[in-house]
């Protein structure tokens, strides 16, 4: 019986790295496990027993999410800081948790007593609906104060919790006032349709177009060219325009995109509830941004801004588009148990993707992908 030297031990254990790409696959891997079992046990419309599905699963979901981004970026608090993993991250879950699903009951049956337009019992789920589609314009506004901004002004000169609180309260002015005149016509029971500036599937679509641009300058070209512009100022004035420039771009080639990927006859019978799919596409192209640059190192970091961007863009994009058609054609209807959307497809992305998002947030962000060896990258080992 042979031995191991004591010093082949501690080299091993010191060479328990993973090169960039298995850092990230493991993650992802990780996240799928994590978000499949959890959709069982807790939404899955046939096999949950909490019933929850679509709503009020979508309207806690959606405020959790945004949860994470105040506690995560907006306040940059990841949990006690004297506590060690998994201890601290689940401590930032069970936070997150608390403020979405707090939210949505605070809307759904308090306010909802007083405006039926957010009442719990509406036809549908209704009005858990209107509640949380407030989230939408909030994702946009408090993210790229983040990635976009640099948290300016309230980084200048404050100190946390102070810039956090200023943040949180002054950027839901333009949340609300946004939400009020774009979506409130269309979901009120006091509204009139009619009236509205965009339909729901159409201002979903193009409004979560205007988050994807932001996260693809925010994470994937780190705020180029916004940050171009010079000072605060500037860069936050050029970044809100820009934005919503490109974002409306966007909006025309996602749905594009989608619609060749549902194929002809399901963009058909869609009609015009078809817009929202530029959002669905974008749903899964913001979760490989988001895991790109954060498990994924944001590879390539070395070829130059040019090539740098548009590998990152490309990639991102060609991944996003694969999980759309994996999770409409095969994942949502023989796995997840999600009704029928048209045709052979199934679900509704901006569920179950928005779902695996959240997980990779908490897994990432919160709990620091525990358990996994870390990329050579951090460790000096190389690539």
């Known amino acids: 019986m042979t031995t191991v030297p004591d010093t082949t031990v501690r080299s091993a254990r010191r060479d328990r790295t993973l090169p960039w790409w298995g850092f990230g696959l493991a993650n992802i891997a990780v996240v799928a496990v994590l978000s ?38 907006t306040f940059g608090w990841l949990g006690p800081q ?90 839901a002015i333009p949340t609300v006032a946004v939400y009020g005149v774009l979506a409130l016509p269309s979901l009120a029971t006091w509204g009139d349709p009619a009236t509205a500036l965009l339909s729901v599937p159409t201002l979903i679509g193009w409004f979560y177009c205007l988050i994807v641009a932001v996260v693809v300058t925010g994470l994937l070209t780190e705020n180029w060219p916004w940050r171009l512009a010079g000072s605060p100022v500037r860069v936050t004035a050029f970044s809100v325009v820009g934005n919503l420039l490109l974002g409306t771009g966007l909006y025309y080639v996602l749905l ?13 019978a869609l009609g015009d509830g078809v817009t929202v799919f530029a959002a669905e596409l974008g749903v899964c192209w913001v979760f490989w941004m988001i895991a790109w640059a954060n498990v994924f190192g944001n590879y390539p970091t ?81 690539g």
Do not use: C
């Open 36 to 73: 499949v079992l959890a959709w069982w046990l807790l939404v899955d419309p046939e096999w949950s027993p909490l019933g929850g599905y679509p709503q009020p699963f979508t309207a806690m979901l959606f405020w959790t999410i945004i949860a994470v981004v105040w506690v995560g970026f």
């Open 82 to 171: 004297r506590l060690p993993q998994p201890a601290r991250g689940l401590v930032g879950i069970g936070l997150t948790i608390a403020i979405g699903v707090g939210i949505t009951l605070l809307l759904a049956y308090v306010w909802g007593s007083i405006d039926p337009s957010f009442a719990a019992d509406r036809e549908g789920g209704a009005g858990f609906t209107t509640g949380n589609l407030v989230v939408l314009f909030a994702f946009f506004f408090y993210v790229t104060a983040v990635v976009n901004w640099g948290q300016w002004p309230w980084s200048q000169g404050t100190v946390p919790p102070w810039t956090g609180l200023g943040e949180l309260s002054l950027l």
């Open 256 to 268: 594009a995109m989608a619609k060749v990927l549902m194929g002809g006859s399901n963009a058909a």
């Open 302 to 382: 070395d070829r130059g801004p040019a090539v740098n961007f548009t590998v990152r863009i490309v990639v991102t994009l060609v991944l996003g588009a694969l999980t759309y058609l994996l999770y409409y054609f095969v994942l949502a209807g023989s796995v997840l148990h999600e009704p029928v959307a048209v045709g052979g497809m199934h679900g509704d992305a901006l569920g179950f993707v928005d779902w695996a998002v959240l997980w990779m947030l908490w897994y990432v962000l919160f709990l620091g992908s525990y358990g996994l060896p870390r990329p050579r990258s951090e460790t000096g080992a190389g």
